[in-house]
Each structure stands twice: as C-alpha cells, then as structure tokens.
C-alpha cells in the first residue's frame, strides 16, 4: 500500500509539474518561441556538443571512441588522425593523454612529472560549458613537477598542503586534455614515459583519508549527430543540472523555462501548440545560421 501511495504521489508530482510547464508555455506568442528557440540554441549549442564528446569518450563504450571511465586517464601513444572523429582538428604533432572528471563527490588532484624544458607539455581544462579555464605546462606553470587540484562548482574548501594551485570548473564534469610533444617517430618512448608520470586520484586519496559518499548514478541518455536534431532542448535540459547557473546566464535560463527547458527537467515537446512546435524549429534553424555567419 505505502509503495501504491508512493507511486500515485509521484504521478500527481509529475501531472503538476507539466501542467505548470504547459500553462508557462502556452503564454508564449509564436514570435517569443521563436525568439527563445534561436537564443537558446546559440547558447546551448557548445554545452550539447560537450555532452556528445563526453558520452563518446567515457559512457559509451562501444562508440568507437571511448577513451576510459570518469576519472581515469587514458594515454595515447600515437598521434590523431582523421579517423578520431569526436573532436574536431585536433593536433597531429602532440600525443593526447585524455581525462573526464566527474567532480560531484570531490575535487581531483592531477599530478605531472618533471619534463624536460626543451619539450613541450600542456594540460588544458575544459568545462561543461566549454571555457577553458585553466592551464599546466610549459606556457602556464612550467616544467617542473607539480600537484595540482581540479574543484567542481560546489567545493568548499581550503588549498590543501602540497597542491600548487587550484582550478574550479563551472561545471560538476570537466574535460582535461594533455599534449605532450614528439620530436619526431623514434621520440613515442620518451613521450610513453612522460605519459605515465601524469596521475590522477581523487582528492581523499592524495591526502589519506576516507573517502566521501559517493555521487549518485546518472542514467547518461545516448547521443549522436541525428538524435540532436530531434532532442536538442531535451539534452540542453539534461546538461544543464551539472552546469549551476552562473550571473550572466540567468536571463537565459529563465527565457529557457518559459519555453519549459529546465535543467533536469524532461523537455515536453508536446506541450508546445503546432504553431509553437514550428517557431521552435524556426527559431533551431534562425540560431545555427547565425553561428555559421
């Protein structure tokens, strides 16, 4: 009985909760729709793209271009080429060493080895909404060997003894890509032994202690190049509740919920008039030719 109760409560949530996304999105004019369509789609192009990259890399095994698992780096011994397809133009000159982080439990400590000042390294770090946020290596900190902490939005904290410097993300996943470079064929064991000098743990265990509870399974909807074009405010709104809300993108998100894209939120097309349905598309359409131009 408690399970039937339960499970009514829950169906009566979810009725209110379209009932109201439908009630806010009937008061759009058809040129609002299409107003909120194009701006959404602009701003939430890079954020979609990202998720696509980080489903391909570290959910989707059989993508063809899984990596490894949040928070395990994967190192490439060999440059890219145009068979890596996820990313686009990306170097040929510098081995990849590839690492998503989920940040939602805790910060991630990423350590580098000492290298040589005559080579080339760099780490970048990417967040969710695509900024790249900081740097290590040769241009940014140097070649020396270093500990370094990678923070997701939530984390409060002081620096903890033995890090050089602490990065935050805007967002709870992050991207981190290495580049260390190839002098030329005969140098891939140097650069292999480099490769393994880069280490990533969590950071109770950089320092030894116990670690925190772990963060709830996500179910990570599946991507790819046509189901965007059919779902593209479904997977912005699936995005969007590991990217809290920074000040300058308040507006947007409010723009967005009238429409009823709401981060964690089911985006229901259905609620939207036929009219609304093609402002929507419009709107899709006016966005991605503004980004071409």
Request: proline letters at 6%.
């Amino acid at each position: 009985m408690k399970a039937t109760h339960k499970l009514n409560l829950l169906a009566v949530s979810l009725v209110s909760v379209l009932a109201f996304t439908s009630a806010r999105s009937a008061e759009l004019t058809p040129a609002e729709t299409k107003a909120i369509a194009e701006e959404g789609f602009i701003y939430g192009l890079p954020i979609v793209m990202n998720y696509a990259v980080m489903y391909e890399y570290s959910v989707d095994k059989n993508s063809g271009q899984y990596k490894a698992p949040f928070n395990q780096i994967n190192n490439e011994a060999r440059v890219f080429t145009y068979k890596d397809t996820s990313v686009i133009t990306p170097n040929s000159d510098t081995p990849y060493s590839i690492l998503w982080t989920d940040l939602r439990a805790e910060p991630i400590v990423l350590s580098v080895p000492a290298v040589e000042k005559s080579r080339y390294f760099s780490v970048m770090l990417c967040d969710g909404n695509t900024y790249n946020y900081g740097y290590i290596g040769s241009r940014a900190t140097g070649n020396e060997v270093g500990d370094y902490m990678v923070a997701g939005p939530d984390w409060k904290g002081e620096t903890p003894p033995g890090i050089k410097k602490v990065f935050r993300s805007s967002t709870q996943f992050s991207a981190v890509a290495y580049r260390t470079q190839l002098f030329n064929p005969e140098d891939m064991p140097n650069v292999v032994k480099i490769q393994a000098g880069y280490k990533v743990q969590p950071l109770s265990q950089y320092l030894k202690q116990p670690a925190p509870p772990a963060a709830p399974a996500v179910d990570f909807p599946k991507i790819n190049k046509e189901m965007v074009k059919t779902g593209f405010f479904d997977y912005l709104a699936f995005a969007l509740q590991f990217a809290p809300a920074e000040a300058q993108e308040k507006e947007i998100r409010e723009k967005l919920a009238r429409l009823g894209v709401e981060a964690g939120k089911k985006f229901d097309l259905a609620a939207l008039s036929q009219v609304q349905k093609a402002a929507v598309v419009a709107g899709m359409k006016e966005g991605e030719a503004k980004i071409k131009q």
